[in-house]
């Protein structure tokens, strides 16, 4: 008869039927499974096998493994890899109260001659029906592959057949493969002895493993969920990974919460009292307490056991796979359930305090309804799990303690609702974090303490800035502030908090020069209280304020001095975000090698304390930094690396494909026609780390590149009217000078502060603008401005830009050249570059030949002939080019050394 879907082989029909549809049917099961991964190894085993059979020497291979693992799934993929080269034949045992005499042989029995056929089907086993059988496969072609599965509920006259098969299979051109679960067989005794008696020689046992994390991880990818999540739930079972995929994230797949029910209806009683007591403990149950469950006697705890439902992992007893302690959980009756969640909390009750025992136990107080339990534990677990840096637990076990604290005192509820607002705050969940800070307030407001309503109105301020009514919050905070001679020990460290809290505000609401006195204030006010931590907070806003407004030796000072606060006191949030605001100004005042100095000193200690978001950025600003420096292929490796970024922001990946787009700009490389609409689009939603006016910039500037002089100028001057950082309102003014003609150049209004390279160009002193380029390291830039020069400076910007690979502006060089008459002219790029190994041009060979033998530039210069400026293009270009810094690590790159 046939049989139903395979528990683990979902979709797959393990009825055999009969000739090509047999195959064909084999080969249509293998397609619907979910993909084969990690089993190479075993279709190998299995192609081998075949071949000593088709060779005449007949092979067994038994395949054991739990319910889930793909023992099906197996056995389809490799009928459908056989094709027309054997004859399949498969069948299996069925987990029925009487088994089936012969079960699986009497549904192969319309495949049979019409006398064995019958013999089968009547199961005369002691009239000759076992020689017969061996008899046929020895006889029959294509070369017979007999599959039995689920041998573990086989009845005895099936395991008399294989054993007297096994024995002899040696002998016949046949392929004999068996399935089983092993410790699930009512009959093991029987099992042991058919699996003993296979010829040793012949057999071949096959133990298939769960998937890896790694494997999990790639068919998680391809779905578009999170490969370690799968495999947490999972634990790499085939069949609950697929499962679990098909569903919706979070959803327990209805046929695996079916699948583990009917295993667990088929056990005594006590084993599934204490599989539902199991169910309620995520994580296992303590072997040490399983005596104060009545739920658990030894028999029920070896019957989970060999079930293959449960796994004892000393200390604990616990599921398998986490899907099937859910499944479990969600079929406890709600009265059990409650009596058993307050069961449990009482037996932990009886441990040692150790970590994490605490969360436990609200766990089960809150489960079984005991809210006065849950209020007498719940903020002693929450300290606990932020001392261990657990701050997502901690959040809810004070989100837990607040459920259940409705008759809890105004002042503890609040102080409940500050710490629950700064644990937001830190794992950035803003909004939430300032929903806890206005309860706070409100309550703080009904006691009238003064001094907690300005922590909570600064508190307000920083998580809701740059939302508009952020200044409002912080300027309510600095107004409530007592009078001078409070007796609150805090009043001094809030005050700080509170100005820097106003200077912030200010700054991100774009008026920066009104918040320099309440920033400089929070300074005063800090370092009068002595709160280093409160210090290194308001340093860092105050420098942040000071070099908004221009560039000072002094304002660097007091971020440097916020980073060695905030890691002297043990802050390294706070020191990463100094490091983020510090690198940041840099970037902004064109402190380009500062910057990348900077970012590989702070990276180590991101690292250190897992602050991802922070690392994002710094490495984002370096990226920025080494586009403008023309490390081109150095800036390319950042970007790879913060695209391959497990779960990459939308922001970062928004913002390196701004950078990448600029980078192919800046090469004459082809973009899609719409890229820069879309970047436009993306800044206007704040969905990069670039301003509106800053992707105006680079738009403008690739426009000009392709010769699109309308579009660079229409973009230009959009940027302009939002434009305030003085090197961005630099580079707009050069595009609307370039692009508009003289009548643009005319219309620019002199601009005080204007950075020196941009302010030299304008006054037409390009020898002095390439200079203050070449002092900021910046060779695409100094190569740029040389295009306004005379012949000698456009010959040099044409092999400074051409070693860089930047075609647009050498075109550029090339065709100015030729308007001043000159006819030989370099084309590029160079042929040698496209097959050099590294990209280099034939004259950058030649400069890195004698740079290896230690010479200068100006030696260089020399032997070739050439100016010492055009030599230290080569030299910039060579070093962009190999991704090194100095000349040092290029000699070892070419020589093949180590760096």
Known sequence: MPRGDRADAPGADAGAPPGARGRAAAAAAAAVQPPLAERDEALAALHDALRAARAGRGACVVIAGEAGIGKSSLLAAFAASCGEQVQWLQGGCDPLHTPRPLGPLVDLAHRLPPALGTAVQAARTGHGLFPALLQWLSSSRPTPVLAIEDLHWADDATLDALRYLG???????????LTLREGASDNAGALRATLAHLDPAATRHLPLQPLSAPAVRRLAAAAGRDGDEVHALTGGLPLFVHEALRAAPGQLPASVREAVLARLDALPAPAVALAQALALCPGGLELTLLP???????????????AGLCTVAPPLLTFRHE??????ESAVPPSRRLALHAAIDAALAALPARPGLLARRVHHAAQSGRADQVLALAPAAADEAEAMSADGEAIKLLALALEHGAAVGDAQRAAWLERLGTLRARRLALDEAAAAWREALALHERRGD???????????????????????????????????????ADAPAIAAVAHYALALSLTNAGQPADALAP??????????????????????????VELSLGPSDESFARLRRAIALATATRQPERAAIAWVNLVSLWLLHARYGELIAGVDEALPLCAAHDLDRAATMLRLRRGIALVETARWPEAEAVLDELQAQPAAAARTLATTAVLRDRLRALRGEAQPAAAWRTHLQAAAAGGTEFLVADV??????????????????ALARAGLAQAHSPWLVGRLRRWLRLAGGAASADALAPVADLPAPFALAEAGDWRGAAAAWRALGCPYEEAFVLLDGDEPALREAL????????RPAAERARRRLHALGVRAVARGPYRAAATDPQGLTAREREVAALLAQGLSNAEIAARLRRSERTVEHHVSAMLAKLGVRTRAQATARLLGAPD
Not at 167 to 177: D, S
């Open 167 to 177: 024995r002899r299979i040696a002998g016949v051109p046949a392929l004999l493969l």
């Open 292 to 306: 104060r469950l009545r739920e658990a006697p030894q028999a029920a705890l070896d019957t989970l056991v060999g």
């Open 323 to 328: 899907l099937a302690r859910r499944a479990v």
């Open 450 to 488: 003064r001094i907690a309503q300005v922590r909570a109105l600064a508190n307000l301020a920083l998580v809701r800035s740059p939302q508009p009514d952020a200044v409002a919050f912080a300027r309510a905070a600095v107004d409530r502030l007592p009078v001078a001679g409070d007796a609150a």
């Open 519 to 544: 920033a400089r204030a929070a300074v005063a006010l800090a370092e009068a209280c002595g709160d280093d931590g409160v210090l290194s907070q308001a340093l860092s806003v105050c420098g942040s």
């Open 696 to 713: 105006q910039g680079y738009a403008a500037e690739a426009a000009w590149l392709r010769g699109d002089d309308a579009q660079a100028v």
């Open 799 to 806: 092999a400074a830009l051409q070693a860089l690979g930047a």
